[in-house]
């Protein structure tokens, strides 16, 4: 009974994986939970209501409206009676119109409404499901927060792999019972920004001001937030590192203005933002448009101006309960400069990178940190990024809940 008492509205939508929803309504039963079931008019066709409201002991919702006494048939309070919403099977269209906020009908109602985690379990032609206008719903609802709970692979009509048929019931719980279980995943429902890379700041069409950053530590950050059920909004530089989870949304970006604007665009609807990114500090102040030629006889100078400090433009619109986390690397009276940029950022913690620990710092895929506070510091060994990701995230979750 590890779902014991737990209260999961299941939706269904109307794809052919939808017989499979009787086996996940009985599972989920089985676990313990009382589930109310909605599903769109599609989705009848699919599986009759009276098996489901069978299955489920409790009434199914379909219309907005009960068609004998006309009365309202209420969103909002199954949106706040619920603990989880798993919708599942999510068809192409849904999965569009939950990105959208197309509310047409009870089905993505109730999601908007919802105010719990959010499961969604994609199951569609792998050819739809490899589309990009699909992928880049389904980024967009792991922006939000939402879990998705990956699909199974198959073989394309190009002969390639691919990803669409839904995930099996068991396996479906399963992702439900760890996410919702608060020692595992503590970060279900909760959306965390994350700056990654260097920027790219341009001279001219064929050449830019860069820095040496990676990117590493930035996405072992995205990949464990996203373990532990946060939805995660990476905004990379330009990085050569893939990221895997699929509760990661990247944005890719060149230069510090594009950073500074997809940061302000994604903070309001984050818990929490850290910003790893190695940002240029400045900028070149008129950037050629044609390729500048040289001249062996003559020297040149660029005119460089500061760039914004995204990092701080988060600290002062930052809302009561949001957590903005930044790094520092030093090489000299490490803590007392960390300790200024801590107050003049208006940031939670910082993560000092000590540039004289040898394997810590840039390229490495080792790092040695020292996280500092309001209340003072705690020094970190030397350990892999991952592990260093960990040790971030766990303080970021004591803040959190
Ligand atoms: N940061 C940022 N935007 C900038 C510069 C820095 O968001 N334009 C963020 C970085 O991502 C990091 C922190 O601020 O979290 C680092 O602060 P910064 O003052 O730039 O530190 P250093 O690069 O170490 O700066 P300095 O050269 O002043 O030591």
């Not at 068991?170 to 919702?180: K, P």
């Not at 939670?348 to 620990?357: A, G, Y």
């Not at 840039?362 to 970190?380: C, K, M, R, V, Y």
Request: proline share 4%; charged share 20%.
């Amino acid at each position: 009974m590890r779902l014991k008492g737990k209260h999961i509205v299941l939706g269904i939508t109307g794809g052919i994986a939808a017989y499979k929803s009787a086996v996940l309504c009985r599972l989920l039963i089985k676990e313990g939970a009382e589930v109310k079931v909605v599903m769109t008019p599609n989705a009848t066709e699919f599986i009759t209501p009276v098996t489901m409201a069978t299955l489920s002991k409790n009434s199914v919702l379909i219309d907005f409206f009960k068609h004998d006494d006309g009365s309202w048939n209420s969103h909002v309070d199954l949106g706040l009676w619920a603990d989880a919403m798993l919708v599942a099977p999510a068809t192409a269209s849904s999965i569009g119109k939950m990105a959208n906020g197309i509310a047409d009908n009870l089905l993505i109602t109730t999601y908007l409404s919802c105010k719990a985690p959010v499961f969604v379990a994609p199951a569609m032609d792998l050819d739809m499901m490899a589309h990009p206008s699909t992928q880049r719903n389904i980024k967009q609802l792991a922006s939000y927060g939402n879990l998705i709970i990956e699909p199974e692979s198959g073989e394309l009509a190009s002969g390639l792999e691919g990803k669409g048929r839904m995930a099996e019931p068991e396996s479906i719980v399963n992702f439900l019972v760890d996410a919702l279980d608060p020692k595992k995943k503590s970060l279900a429902g909760k959306t965390v920004l994350i700056t990654a890379g260097p920027t790219y700041e341009k001279i001219d069409p064929v050449r830019f001001i860069g820095n040496f950053s990676t990117g590493k530590m930035g996405f072992a950050l995205a990949e464990v937030l996203a373990g532990q059920g946060a939805g995660v909004v990476l905004i990379a530089g330009p990085v050569h590192i893939k990221c895997h989870h699929p509760n990661i949304s990247r944005i890719d970006v060149q230069s510090a203005i594009e950073m500074q604007q997809k940061a302000l665009e994604h903070f309001s609807n984050c818990d929490a933002a850290i910003m790893s990114a190695a940002v240029a500090d400045y900028r070149v102040d008129q950037m050629a448009n044609e390729k500048i030629k040289h001249d062996k006889n003559q020297s040149i100078s660029i005119q460089l101006v500061p760039n914004p400090d995204i990092a701080a433009s988060l600290g002062q619109i930052k809302k009561e309960g949001q957590v903005l986390v930044g790094f520092a690397l030093e090489t000299h009276n490490e803590q007392a400069h960390a300790q200024k940029k801590l107050v003049e950022k208006n940031l939670d913690f910082i993560v000092l990178n000590s540039l004289n620990t040898p394997g810590a710092g840039f390229g490495h895929d080792t790092n040695q940190i020292t996280i500092i506070d309001s209340n003072g510091f705690e020094a970190f060994e030397l350990k892999s990024k991952t592990e260093v990701a960990q040790d971030i995230v766990h303080r970021l979750i004591r803040l959190l809940n």
